[in-house]
């Protein structure tokens, strides 16, 4: 008799089939018009008056149709407990006027005086109309908020391959990918708004092909996490490479190397993995590391996690290694910001709470308090706005070397 496989064995393979397969629903049907039709078609579904079937023919119907059916069903909850007493009313009520052009009494008597049959008739044919109503106004909010200009599409397929990369760590890792990226105005202005492109830097297709054969140095991400910036860059930087960049973005630098340094072992494998030979991912201490030339110094919501004298330590350290015309971009909150700084201070407050790191302390500065220490280790800086679409206070500075 053959030895059994072990537990592990067995669970590699099902979790690998598990990961394959909530991607697939998470992500099947994807476009504005899909997506849009599938909200119609779930919502005027979660209208019919066949409770308990609605998972089941929005499965049948999103496999035929090739839509989200996943999506379908969350729009055909329209019906839940809360909203279906209503709805049934008003499809019933809207039957009875579309039938013969009144409503049913609200008496003792109409409630005993009439059949189950014209009751039926009427909720089946008021809500074929409520839900053709309901589908159309759904689909069309939908359209309304998932539609994008060429450029929002090019992101979004850069958010999908960036974020992929990460489903091999799992569903959390994956899901989190996908929403940071997408969520976090940081990334997009990276990899799109020009942070990371030199004053001056070409733009046109043939500037673009010069500038490709120079050497864009080292790129330096300190508190890389899961590497996210790293894994957007990358597929950034393959965008390029096939042409697929859109006219109007300005082109990244080609950097020969990206490097990422992240305190937490288990976030610098997750990030290991998914960039592959893309970057140099290692888990060490940002304070304890002696840095070589680089070009670019990535520096996202890190600094606030150290002492004053640590936050100085690591800038008089990264100031020393960055190479003139080099660039420092740090992300972090103006403790200025009134509520808004309020919020990102809860924020990180219950981030720390959920890891288990209660004691974690923080130490915020405003933009100008940020902008006087970077001039005391010979930078310069420019303070941008960097909460778009968020509550916070987030500001990014970019950081340079003062001309002396």
């Given amino acids: 008799m053959p030895d059994p496989l072990p537990i ?3 669970k590699r393979p099902l979790s690998s089939a598990f990961r394959r397969v909530f991607h697939r629903i998470r992500t099947e049907g994807h476009g504005a018009g899909r997506e849009s039709a599938a909200s119609a078609i779930g919502v005027f579904i979660g209208c019919l008056p066949i409770y308990g079937f609605h998972l089941l023919v929005c499965t049948a119907v999103g496999t035929v149709l090739g839509l989200n059916r996943l999506k379908m069903y969350l ?15 008003l499809e019933i009520q809207t039957g009875a006027w579309l039938r013969r052009r009144s409503f049913h009494a609200l008496t003792i008597e109409a409630v005993k005086t009439t059949s189950l049959a014209t009751v039926g008739a009427d909720l089946l044919i008021g809500a074929v109309a409520i839900g053709a109503v309901l589908g159309g106004m759904a689909g069309w909010i939908t359209y309304a908020m998932v539609r994008r200009s060429d450029e929002q599409n090019a992101f979004t397929d850069l958010v999908r391959l960036a974020s992929d990369r990460y489903l091999a ?3 959390i890792a994956w899901e989190f990918a996908r929403g940071k990226i997408a969520g976090d105005p940081i990334y997009k202005a990276v990899v799109c708004g020009g942070l990371l492109t030199s004053p001056g830097s070409p733009t046109t297709p043939d500037a673009r092909d010069v500038q490709q054969t120079r050497s864009g140095g080292t790129l330096l991400d300190i508190g890389c996490g899961q590497g996210l910036a790293l894994s957007l860059l990358a597929e950034a930087r393959r965008a390029e490479r096939a042409g697929t960049w859109p006219a109007a973005w300005p082109s990244l630098p080609p950097f020969e190397r990206m490097v990422g340094i992240e305190i937490r072992r288990r976030m610098a494998e997750i990030a290991t993995a998914a960039l592959g030979g893309d970057a140099e991912v290692s888990a060490r201490d940002a304070l304890a590391t002696s840095y070589g030339p680089v070009h670019t110094v990535l520096l996202f919501d890190a ?5 004053p004298d640590q936050q100085d330590t690591l800038l008089a350290s990264l100031a020393a290694a960055l190479e003139p015309g080099g660039l420092m971009l740090i992300r972090e909150a103006d403790a200025a910001a009134g509520w808004r700084f309020t919020a990102v201070r809860w924020g990180n407050r219950m981030k720390a709470l959920a890891y288990g790191d209660w004691r974690q302390p923080f130490h915020f500065r405003t933009a100008s308090e940020w902008q006087e220490c970077l001039a005391r280790h010979g930078l310069s800086s420019e303070v941008r706005a960097m909460a778009e679409g968020t509550p916070f206070a987030n500001v990014v500075l970019l950081v340079r070397p003062r001309q002396s």
């Fill in 303 to 307: 600094l606030h996690m150290m002492r």
């Fill in 169 to 171: 760590a799992g569903v």
């Fill in 75 to 89: 729009a055909a909850n329209i019906s839940n407990p809360f909203v279906a007493p209503w709805l049934v009313f």
């Fill in 8 to 10: 592990g064995a067995i």
